[in-house]
């Protein structure tokens, strides 16, 4: 089966420019998140989505950070303009059915560094 | 915020059991508790879970104590690539918390030879 797609895998960007990320989840899982993980911290839920609907969206910048998914499978970050504090690891993840019993899976992550 | 308390750093002998302690005094009855672990440059890698009773996987085994406010994920016998920082999570139902995962700080477990 496979996994959680990420790409691109690395991105240096100066800031106030914009930088997308696109995350393609495990076939038939409906729920996807996104995570932003600084360095040397545990990851952080940025948007959750069921489906193409948004659960969760309460620890999104919205000034600079949307997140869109569309048709309901893969997704894209954007951040627009980004800030120094903007360079993180953008983690997505997805999961299959409801509830805490299901396992949450991520993807290898997309590395960000705004100079 | 974390509803877990976990060591910020533990040390393992190559080939020895790993005993990772976590404390999650507030937990509900029907949160789970989650271990994730995350090598570096990598996202992180689902291990176990539990509710109530002991689990044991192909990874590693989870032993929750009675009252649930706290457990211990064992690894039977580390090997070097299994150096990563380790998170507990206890993870809420889809109702409670939509079934997010929130991390803490983690454990960094080394593994020496």
């Known amino acids: 089966e496979a996994g959680v797609a990420q790409s691109p895998r690395y991105k240096i960007i100066e800031k106030r420019q914009s930088v997308a990320f696109w995350c393609n989840p495990i076939s038939g899982h409906a729920t996807l998140y996104w995570y932003q993980q600084i360095l040397g911290q545990g990851p952080k839920l940025l948007i959750q989505?069921?489906?193409?609907?948004?659960?969760?969206d309460s620890q999104l910048p919205k000034d600079r950070f949307s997140a869109e998914r569309l048709k309901g499978v893969d997704s894209t970050l954007k951040i627009q303009p980004a800030k120094l504090e903007d360079s993180a690891v953008y983690l997505c993840?997805?999961?299959?059915?409801?509830?805490?019993?299901?396992?949450?899976?991520f993807g290898e992550g997309s590395w960000l560094t705004v100079v | 915020d974390a509803k877990t308390t976990q060591p910020t750093s533990m040390d393992c002998a190559e080939g020895r059991a790993a005993n990772l302690p976590c404390n999650h005094s507030?937990?509900?009855?029907?949160?789970?508790v989650y271990w994730y672990r995350q090598i570096h440059s990598q996202g992180p890698q689902y291990i176990i879970h539990g509710l109530k009773n002991n689990e044991t996987n192909e990874m590693a085994s989870l032993i929750i104590t009675e009252d649930r406010k706290s457990s211990t994920l064992i690894l039977p016998h580390a090997t070097l690539r299994d150096t990563a920082v380790y998170y507990c999570?206890?993870?809420?139902?889809?109702?409670?918390?939509?079934?997010?995962?929130?991390f803490g700080q983690g454990t960094e477990l080394s593994v020496k030879p």
């Open positions: 999570i206890v993870r809420g139902d889809l109702y409670n918390q939509g079934g997010k995962l929130i």
């Open positions: 993840a997805s999961r299959s059915g409801q509830g805490a019993r299901n396992t949450i899976y």
């Open positions: 989505f069921q489906n193409n609907g948004v659960v969760d």
């Open positions: 507030t937990i509900s009855g029907n949160e789970y």
